[in-house]
């Protein structure tokens, strides 16, 4: 991971998810800002990219059963259990990394919020109308990010 480097325009990072998929990201948007000030930030969008990769992977494991199970199919009372326990496992898998996923991209959403507010400058208001989205949301989102961003790592 970087850390107290400044991230260049063009620089490229790579996240890998837990089931091997790898992302890379350019990083041009925030060069010359230094990265332990946006260190956190980037910690949560870096989960976030590794929650895709590993929902990719889980949802090619669905989609892989889903073509056995057709193929094992055939007119009648099925024989045994169709799918067994690798289709089990498969959906399973599929579904926490779907649950992963929705966590990590609310995370995200309101690390922005938050840090467009905090960091940012922006008013409430301001943040709302360049949203379309009311004021109380916003500031519910604001502070469910501020929550997050000041929890110990690892319990946000």
Known sequence: MLNRRTVGEGAVMRVQGRSGTAVEAEAGATSGVPYDELAEFYRVIDTALAACADFRGALEQVEHSL??????????????????????????????????????????????????????????????????????????????????????????
């Open 67 to 156: 073509v056995e199970l057709r193929a094992l199919r055939r007119p009648g009372p099925p024989p045994v259990v169709l799918g067994g326990g690798a289709t089990r496992e498969a959906w399973a898998e599929f579904s926490a990394a779907f649950r992963a996923l929705n966590g990590a991209l609310t995370h995200a959403r309101v690390e922005g919020y938050r840090a467009a507010v905090d960091d940012g400058g922006l008013t409430l208001s301001e943040l709302a109308r360049m949203s379309g989205r009311s004021r109380q949301q916003v500031t519910r989102l604001v502070n469910r990010g501020r929550d997050a961003h000041d929890a110990p790592p690892g319990r946000s």
